[in-house]
């Protein structure tokens, strides 16, 4: 099984004072123990990277990389996934959705992935499952 990952689901994990916390732990526990394929993309790693970095330093950052990128399965982006973005950001109007999120959704219906390792209501809002596992 393939989920998708975003930055509110890896900043929650790595963030031991968020609300999510304890709920972003629990599904990464299952994931790891159900052989679950977590899928994410470059946009989505430079993006958890600066949240890391302005919000709470560098050694979250360098926790992510040492301990969580190399679990997953990245999707770079090139200018074809940039423009099938900004292409999807800009037909559905909707200015709360970020650039990342246009490109995860994108990435998502190409790979077929129905959940998300998310916190974020804007995957549900475009037709996602947040996963749910504990």
């Not at 989920?3 to 990464?28: C, E, P, Q, Y």
């Not at 979250?60 to 679990?71: E, G, H, Q, T, Y």
């Not at 999120?101 to 998300?116: C, K, R, V, W």
Request: aromatic share 14%.
């Amino acid at each position: 099984m393939n989920i998708f990952a975003d930055t509110s689901g890896f900043f929650a994990l790595l963030v031991k004072n968020d609300d999510m916390h304890v709920r972003a732990r629990k599904n990464f526990s299952y994931f790891a123990e159900n052989n679950v394929q977590l899928v994410t993309s470059s946009f989505v790693l430079v993006e958890t990277t600066a949240l890391l970095q302005h919000r709470i330093g560098l050694s979250p950052v360098n926790d992510f990389n040492s301990k969580i990128l190399p679990l997953l399965e990245i999707v770079w982006v090139d200018e074809k996934w940039y423009a099938k973005a900004v292409q999807r950001l800009v037909a559905r109007s909707n200015r709360d959705v970020s650039l990342v999120d246009a490109l995860s959704f994108e990435i998502m219906e190409d790979f077929q992935i129905e959940t998300a390792f998310a916190f974020d209501k804007h995957f549900e809002e475009n037709g996602f499952r947040i996963a749910a596992f504990q």
